[in-house]
């Protein structure tokens, strides 16, 4: 039964009910009111025929004592109407004692009509007298009749009463028990209605705080609107309670992978700190090395002066062979000192350069996970349209369940968009992490070539040494050596220049280096930036699903 007709029946019932009652009250009115109107009739008759009798006695009297064709008249009409009054009693009354003084009347009348017909004929004054005296017997008679009708409309009327206050009564009950009967109907039809909105009012009012864990009950498919709308709510918690589950799912899988993001990038930044570090170092380093040349050129210049002067003063050239000597052994030192820095430098090239293929295989791994959060953000979008739909073919009833949807397919736009900017930064870094290579490679190119030029330096050196060992024992040869030693000082001079521009091309290396570990660094905190704003984005999302209970 659908819900119309069991709300139409709810209404109809009293109207039923009640309606048999006043159909019960007419007809019994109408039943006393015609019973009524017949006593009436008898009453009224019986007393116009006692009416007719006294008068038929008043004209036989009169037509004794003067004769006249007018009172002739009179008695014939008075006679005819009596005998038609006391026809209609006798149809009319159904009384047994009634009907005995009516039948004495009927047949003492019947003698006196008799009689009074043949005196009028006959002109017979005296019998016409007598006659009119007879009618006292009947209406002696008549007053017995009188009597008897009176007594019996006396109990119609008490009867009538009895009947009256029974109806009354019965009204009453009727209305007593319609209202109890209605009562009841209604709230048991409506108990029908109530109770399972009421359920379904609970369960949705614990779904809206949150519990979708509720206990719903079995629905049943038939045309009740209210086994539907049962049906329905149940469908759509379960589509909701599936929802939330595959949210939760996707927000720890998503909180896991930044939790590993950011380790990984804790770990990469610590990474680059330390080559930031070494590079500064190695910076430094060349900077003092670029001095230690500089000095090295500075003394050699003076070098060549000196050898000049001794060409002039020969017998200064011992002493400034000595002087040229301790030169030549610090400078030898400090090529040996650059020498090592440049092995220093080298290897650290080197250790740049697997540090950053190794950050460059992270940034790989990174692509894959935000390529992962993509597809993920991708299917949470689709989800969130499917729930959509469900919410809108629900109706009204799914209207909180589009909006849920609606900021699911808002956290999944978001976290597509964020995996969009890390991929973005992921190329960024790719693009820096090919520039450090490339001036890794530089840099190790040019460590190379100056372990070389160290070698020729110290070579170069060597053979300083040598000559100027050997200036003391070569006094003779004074103003030849000289000119040779001062060539050989214009050579260093040239090789010192050389060294001294490959020592600042690879300070300059060294701080492109750092440049660019320093932007490399500052990419990677706005990476782990952005990754803390993915996991709180990740917290919030699942600080909004804790209000739901699964």
């Not at 929802?243 to 680059?272: A, C, L, N």
């Not at 740049?352 to 996970?369: G, M, P, Q, S």
Request: glycine share 4%; hydrophobic share 40%.
């Amino acid at each position: 039964m659908t819900l119309r007709k069991r709300l139409v029946m709810i209404g109809l019932l009293p109207v039923l009910l009640s309606a048999l009652i006043i159909s019960y009250m007419i007809f019994k009115m109408i039943q006393i009111q015609s019973s009524a109107q017949d006593d009436v009739t008898i009453l009224l008759e019986v007393e116009q025929l006692d009416g007719k009798l006294a008068g038929a006695k008043q004209a036989l009297s009169s037509y004794a004592l003067s004769a006249s064709e007018a009172n002739r008249s009179e008695i014939e009409a008075s006679l005819e109407q009596t005998s038609s009054l006391i026809t209609n009693l006798s149809n009319s009354i159904g009384e047994e004692s009634q009907k005995a003084y009516l039948t004495s009347i009927e047949e003492k009348y019947a003698v006196l009509l008799s009689a009074s017909t043949k005196a009028l004929d006959e002109n017979n004054q005296p019998e016409i007298k007598r006659q009119s005296i007879r009618i006292s017997g009947i209406l002696n008679d008549m007053f017995m009749l009188k009597k008897e009708a009176n007594v019996w409309y006396n109990q119609n009327v008490e009867n009538t009463a009895k009947q009256i206050s029974f109806i009354v009564t019965i009204s009453i009950v009727s209305v007593i028990i319609l209202v109890v009967v209605s009562a009841i109907l209604s709230y048991f039809l409506s108990l029908q209605v109530v109770r399972p909105i009421n359920r379904i009012v609970e369960q949705a009012e614990e779904v809206a705080n949150g519990n979708l864990a509720v206990q719903l009950s079995e629905p049943k498919r038939s045309k009740y609107e209210i086994d539907k709308l049962n049906l329905a709510f149940t469908h759509m918690v379960e589509n909701l309670r599936s929802t939330v589950e595959s949210i939760d799912h996707i927000g720890k899988r998503v909180q896991s992978f930044t939790v590993d993001v950011k380790t990984q990038m804790d770990s990469v930044s610590e990474s680059s700190r330390q080559v930031a570090v070494s590079t500064d170092e190695l910076s430094r380093g060349s900077q003092s090395i670029s001095e230690d040349i500089q000095s090295t050129a500075t003394l050699m210049a003076s070098l060549v002066e000196q050898f000049d002067e001794n060409v002039e003063e020969g017998k200064k050239s011992n002493e400034a062979s000595q002087l040229a000597l301790i030169s030549v052994e610090e400078g030898r030192l400090s090529v040996e000192k650059q020498k090592e820095f440049a092995h220093q430098l080298s290897h650290s090239s080197q250790d740049i350069k697997v540090a950053v293929e190794k950050f460059a295989d992270y940034t790989t791994e990174i692509e894959t996970a935000a390529g992962a959060v993509r597809e993920i953000a991708e299917q949470t979008n689709l989800l969130s349209l499917n729930a959509a739909i469900e919410a809108a073919r629900a109706g009204e009833a799914g209207k909180g369940f589009a909006v849920v949807a609606d900021e699911v397919r808002k956290l999944a736009e978001d976290s597509r968009k964020a995996t969009e900017s890390i991929s973005s930064m992921v190329q960024s870094i790719k693009y820096g992490i090919s520039t450090i290579v490339e001036a890794s490679n530089t840099g190790s190119n040019l460590s190379m070539e100056q372990v070389q030029s160290m070698s020729q330096t110290e070579h170069a050196f060597h053979n300083i040494s040598t000559q100027v060992s050997n200036i003391s024992n070569q006094l003779k040869a004074l103003e030849e050596g000289m000119i040779y030693s001062s060539q050989q000082s214009k050579e260093v001079i040239g090789a010192v220049e050389n060294i001294s521009a490959v020592t600042e091309e690879t300070a300059a290396g060294t701080e492109e280096i750092s440049a660019s570990t320093e932007e490399q660094l500052r990419s990677f905190e706005f990476l782990a930036e952005r990754v803390e704003t993915l996991e709180e984005m990740t917290n919030e999302m699942k600080q909004a699903l804790e209000k739901f209970t699964l």
